[in-house]
């Protein structure tokens, strides 16, 4: 659901042996926005419930991100907004590339109200561009605007406008309009927190062609306890379901559905996170009902300000496996 | 008619197998021992040689079935152990070893009473006050 809009913040959605490579680095949501979480209350009111596309990111936090092949990044702190990062990866199933990415993000957070705007930019060696840029136009609505290219080509770009209320939130997006072909996405996105944990809200999707033109309504609720968040995504383009559970300070759990009808498929995952701070290191498991299982453990080379990380994934019904090694520096 | 006609001559000593007069007169049939052992099968009712047949091919079935899944099964948990389970194990285990090696050198360096972390190095035991 929403596969234009998936750049926008989720990097998740390409599951396991896809050749689309994530970017984790648009997955930290800005810290003085998404925080604190979504069961603590402020002065008694309700709190702002967040963004749309932030409802599952609890439960994908906890399932394990795809590696393939060998990464090396780099990343150097220039100053306290900039931050520039090298990535190299030498890959099996797709060609090699180096990988240049800039930021321009104000990084000590929480209680600063940030005016600055965040600029993100990416750039490949093969020539293809990614481009995030979010401004603070007023204290409550914030404007991103993102392009990306693939070489020389424009593949999306999107426009969005949200409004944070005090206790809802509001965004229209408007994806790859395109005069010349008469064709545009317009997305409305609406979160309402209702009552203490409960968080309803939906999605209405319009996208419109020279031949064709159709809209989807989907639903969205989400309610949380002290220690676990259940969220639901219901429309007719499908269904996803999503549980996450902190068991105790070292271990959390996350089970998740996906249906759609598009792909008349459904999915099954069950993830897990085990954190020993002693130890130094962060395992994600992760097993499928599409029988793929994966595990990857992030280990910190302590003394050295570095992270070493491993990764396989099985597919076991076609007998196929993916292994990664990755050494994140600085 | 002609062996029935013979077996009375044969049938003087007493034999555990009348048709054996038969069976000397049938080995120009060339029958081998496990046709012989298949005919005797000859003897019971329809159903039960039928029920028996059905019974034996599918047990050999679930049995082959019952083997490759087995296999399958093993091979599986196996990689989705090692996969899943094994690394957190080993972390876990080199953790224990090296906080059990710590300790013993705290043993060594600050005596016998400075078991756990965060005891307090050389205690003596208290003087008798008593005088």
Known sequence: ?330 | MAGIEELSPAAGPVETRPPEGEIDEDEELDETILERLWGLTEMFPDTLRSAAEVTASGSVTVAKKLYSFSRAALWVGTTSFMILVLPVVFETERLQLEQQQLQQQRQILLGPNAGMSGGMPGLMPPAPVKM
């Open chain 1, 1 to 330: 659901m929403g596969s234009v809009l998936a750049l926008a913040g989720a990097g998740r959605q390409n599951w396991p042996f896809s050749s689309d490579t994530p970017h984790p680095q648009w997955d930290t949501p800005l810290p003085h926005w998404d925080t604190p979480p979504r069961w603590e209350r402020r002065d008694g009111r309700l709190p702002n419930p967040g963004s749309f596309h932030a409802l599952h990111h609890s439960c994908k936090d906890v399932f394990p991100q795809q590696i393939e092949g060998v990464k090396m990044i780099v990343n150097k702190t220039l100053s306290s907004f900039f931050k520039a990062s090298h990535t190299f990866h030498l890959s099996a199933v797709s060609p090699s590339q180096y990988r240049f990415h800039v930021e321009h993000r104000q990084s000590d957070s929480h209680g600063k109200d940030t005016d600055s705007p965040v600029l993100i930019g990416e750039m490949d060696s093969s020539g293809s561009l990614n481009a995030h840029s979010l401004l603070h136009l007023s204290e409550r609505i914030r404007a991103k605007a993102v392009f990306q290219t693939q070489q020389a080509q424009f593949m999306t770009w999107q426009f969005e406008t949200e409004y944070r209320g005090n206790d809802f939130t509001a965004a229209v997006t408007m994806a790859n309009p395109d005069v010349l072909r008469e064709s545009v996405i317009l997305v409305a996105h609406f979160l309402q927190s209702v009552c203490s944990g409960l968080v309803l809200g939906g999605e209405l999707v319009y996208h419109r062609g020279r031949h064709e033109e159709g809209g989807i309504l989907t639903l969205a609720g989400q309610y949380s306890g002290p220690n676990w968040v259940a969220t639901l995504n219901a429309g007719k383009g499908g269904a996803h379901a999503s549980y996450y559970h902190r068991a105790n300070k070292q271990i959390q759990v996350g089970v998740e559905f996906e249906a759609s009808t598009r792909t008349q498929e459904t999915t099954a995952s069950f993830g897990y996170q085990m954190e020993l701070p002693e130890a130094n290191m962060v395992f994600r498991g992760m097993v499928n009902s599409r029988c793929i299982i994966g595990g990857v453990l992030e280990k910190s080379l302590s003394p050295l300000p570095a992270t070493l990380l491993m990764g396989a994934f099985v597919n076991h019904r076609g007998d196929k496996l993916q292994v990664g090694l990755g050494i994140n520096v600085g």
